[in-house]
């Protein structure tokens, strides 16, 4: 009887199943956010469901539309998976942002560098090298401040994000802006350095999809999410940062030094971060330009806290965020009363409830599925 009750499955009421957790929690939450956003869209004097309907529409009705939805997706996957690296060692990384930025300039500095002739693969994957290394090595030095120096890393990778948007202000307008305008921009770089669009890419193939802004930084985002969960735990160091995150005093105990786990999980993070800045300059932009990442790192925040912090969740995550961008810009065409800052709104309250308030049902809905044990129900009374 001591086995039965060690192992669960008697004694005290035992954990409600997992996808209680990942799935039917995220889900009443969106369902909420939604139910909530109706009454704002029946506040304005439209039908909640005509307005459902065309974002829904707007998001996957029509190829073009899905591949608009897929663009905005990718780089949430890359800052989703930055918050969620840092997150499993015990760090709030919330500079996703400055990361970005900093990734970016790192892949059009190689870009700008590149001459013509290369082969787009090198020339690409060269980029893709760089905006991991500059968004790393922006990450490295709030990790190393809270590894050291005692400093946190919310309010340092916080202050990283004005540093690295004044730093690229200053580039733009002094350094690296295109001889002859005023526009701050770099100029166009030569067409070997783009990351091939996603039309392009399936023509080698013979499959014809409508242009979009969706390219081969999709499948880089797909992939840093199978190295991600291989990393997180099927490797040494993965697994040491889960215990750091854990509980740092056990890692300690177990021989592991929580200040490398730190500046390791900072650098992965920004790493990744950096990553978001490839799909939109090498991308989409194929030249530098002021502001560029359009808060994808803020929005990575809310698509790691709704994935759950896992690769699955978090593309699942993405996907979601992707369509209300996608699918606000359609909603915002179609009716007139419907402005972009009310699909704002409809974006802040999924992040809302996603995010900041995701354990409002919690007790309720665990205490449902959970399952009865002894002195629970009277199952086990005697």
Partial sequence: ???????????????????VGLALLPLLNLMLALALSGFVVLAVGESPWAALTVLAWGAFGYPEAVGFTLYYATGFIFTGLAVAMAFHAGLFNIGGEGQAYLGGLGAALVALAMPEGWPWPVAAGLGVAAAALFGGAWAFLPGWLQAKRGSHVVI?????????????????????????????ESREFTPNAWMPSMDRALGWVGIEVPASPLNLSFAVALACCALFHGFVWHTRWGYALRVVGQNERAAVYAGISPARAVILAMMLSGALAGLAGVNEVLGVQHRLILNFTGGVGFVGIAVALMGRNHPVGIVLAALLFGALYQGGSELSFEFQTINREMVVVIQGLVILFAGAMENLFRPQVERLFRPKGKGEGGAWMT
């Fill in 156 to 184: 340092t990778t916080i202050m990283f994000n004005f540093i690295a948007s004044a730093l690229m202000t200053w580039l733009l307008v002094d350094v690296l802006i295109k001889p002859g305008q005023q526009s701050p």
């Fill in 1 to 19: 009887m001591a086995a039965v009750e060690d192992s669960g499955l008697a004694g005290a009421p035992g954990r409600a199943p997992a996808w």
